[in-house]
Nanobody, 123 residues
């Protein structure tokens, strides 16, 4: 049974920082972070694969950094210069290899396993 447990969410002022954590029972080929704001669709934020390749949504480039600790099977999302529009529930997700199919990075259906989410509120 695959478990993904997010933590680290909270409330911060605009311009502040947070780091999210995803404790995984095991890593998959691709590990990602998605978010969903009220009334909006779930969107991909950042992802990283087994080879260390990473991908970021344009809206977070230069502000967010995704990383992983393989020994601890923990995925991280360091978020800096947070903005009110970053307010959302953030989800950790695990899926197979994206290969050369770049669209898969942020295609929710590519990911087979999801955490319960952690709330991030920026005011």
């Amino acid at each position: 049974h695959v478990q993904l447990v997010e933590s680290g969410g909270g409330s911060v002022r605009a311009g502040g920082s947070l780091t999210l954590y995803c404790a995984a029972s095991r890593f998959f080929a691709c590990m990602g972070w998605f978010r969903q704001a009220p009334g909006k669709e779930r969107e991909g934020v950042a992802a990283i694969d087994t080879d260390g390749r990473s991908m970021y949504a344009n809206s977070v480039k230069g502000r967010f950094t995704v990383s992983k600790d393989t020994a601890k099977t923990t995925l991280y999302l360091e978020m800096n210069n947070l903005r009110p529009r970053d307010t959302a529930i953030y989800y950790c997700a695990a899926g197979g290899s994206v290969g050369d199919n770049s669209y898969r990075w942020f295609w929710a259906r590519h990911y087979d396993h999801w955490g319960q989410g952690t709330q991030v509120t920026v005011s």
